[in-house]
């Protein structure tokens, strides 16, 4: 008899729950905020309803899609986005950059566009076109730079699948979206938009702070069950003007143990370079003008290996990391 009534208690319980859960779902899983957590089969259909599927359809022209992530600002994630694009294009890739960060929207900078606009063609945004034919959609390209953005959450997640769902993407080779800093809906709103990613490139400093941070962004990415490409160390050491040669004046290592921690591949370090520093601030595409350098050089080889994982599927192990040139 105790054996019953406790399989009994153990029933109610679990009927309980599942009656809680169903009386709390309101069923709006894009909203939600436990979208990653959730494993009920209704969340998927979210992807055939709206602007969800109008994104898919939007998209369906692009081969690759590699989303960059940080966790925090100032580590130079767009840094590293723009200058991927262009050793993508340099490749003879056509490839579009995503700026989704809403606030601080700073590829049109990088890529030398930002005295251009985007219009409005029958099927929706037409998309900037920068050096070697990259194509930039960023709120920076909509409105005045020096204009702050002030909006709420029904209007950010409007303009992030306003960039998705209604924009003419044409074919493309490689779509790179640079996510925002933190792990905040407008982050969310971006992964859900794009569930089919090829992966996910995390950039950290050296700093124990930025690798707390971007340890987050891991952690939300694997909740998300989706793949890593591996950690970027940027600002790792500097590259001396002169002679290129790359002094530790802080410490560095940090993104390698970070990646080491979390058990993805450590794609390399990009330097602090006076050149890239330049080139930033002058709109010219780093990559581009300064092909040959120790510090293009590590660019090259960060890009080699995200190659070697696009479109197999396959989560690598930090242990592969090395093996993936």
């Known amino acids: 008899m105790a054996v019953i009534r406790r399989e009994r208690t153990d029933s109610l319980r679990h009927i309980k729950s ?3 859960q169903e009386l709390n779902c309101t069923f709006l899983c894009e909203l939600c905020d436990r979208f990653f957590d959730c494993e009920r089969p209704e969340r998927e259909q979210i992807y055939s309803r709206r602007r969800m599927q109008q994104a898919q359809q939007a998209l369906q022209g692009i081969k690759h899609k590699i989303l960059v992530a940080g966790g925090k ?20 890739k056509r490839v579009t950059i995503i700026d989704q960060d809403l606030d601080g929207s700073s590829i049109p900078k990088l ?17 900037v076109e920068g050096p070697l034919g990259i194509h930039v959609v960023a709120v920076a390209n909509l409105k005045d730079i020096g204009e702050p953005v002030v909006w709420f959450q029904d209007m950010r997640r409007n303009a992030s699948e306003e960039f998705i769902s209604h924009t003419e993407y044409g074919e493309r080779d490689f779509l790179l979206v640079d996510l925002p800093p933190g792990t905040g809906s407008d982050s969310i709103n971006i992964m859900q938009l794009i569930p089919d990613a090829d992966g996910y490139v995390v950039v950290t400093a050296p700093s124990q702070v930025s690798q707390a941070t971007a340890r987050k962004a891991i952690l939300l990415i694997k909740k998300a069950k989706k793949r890593i490409l591996g950690v970027i160390e940027n600002m790792s050491g500097f590259a001396c003007g002169h002679c290129g040669y790359v002094d530790r004046l802080m410490p560095v290592g940090g993104g390698y143990a970070l990646a080491k921690e979390q058990d993805v591949p450590f794609l390399g370090r990009i330097p602090i ?10 709109g010219v595409p780093f ?6 350098g ?7 080889l960060i890009l080699d290996k995200i190659l070697t994982q696009v479109g197999d599927g396959q989560q ?3 242990a592969e990391s090395d093996r993936l040139q």
Not at 73 to 84: D, E, R, Y
Not at 287 to 292: E, R
Not at 294 to 300: D, F, K, L
């Open 18 to 20: 599942v009656t809680s």
């Open 73 to 92: 600002g100032g580590v130079g994630k767009s840094t590293c986005t723009a200058n991927l694009a262009v050793g993508l294009a340099l490749r003879g």
């Open 111 to 127: 890529i030398g566009v930002m005295d251009k606009r985007m219009q409005i063609g029958e099927n929706g945004l037409i998309p």
């Open 273 to 282: 370079d006076p050149s890239l520093a330049r080139a930033c601030d002058e």
């Open 287 to 292: 990559l581009h003008a300064f092909q040959g």
């Open 294 to 300: 120790g510090t293009a050089r590590a660019i090259e």
């Open 316 to 318: 690598r192990t930090h």
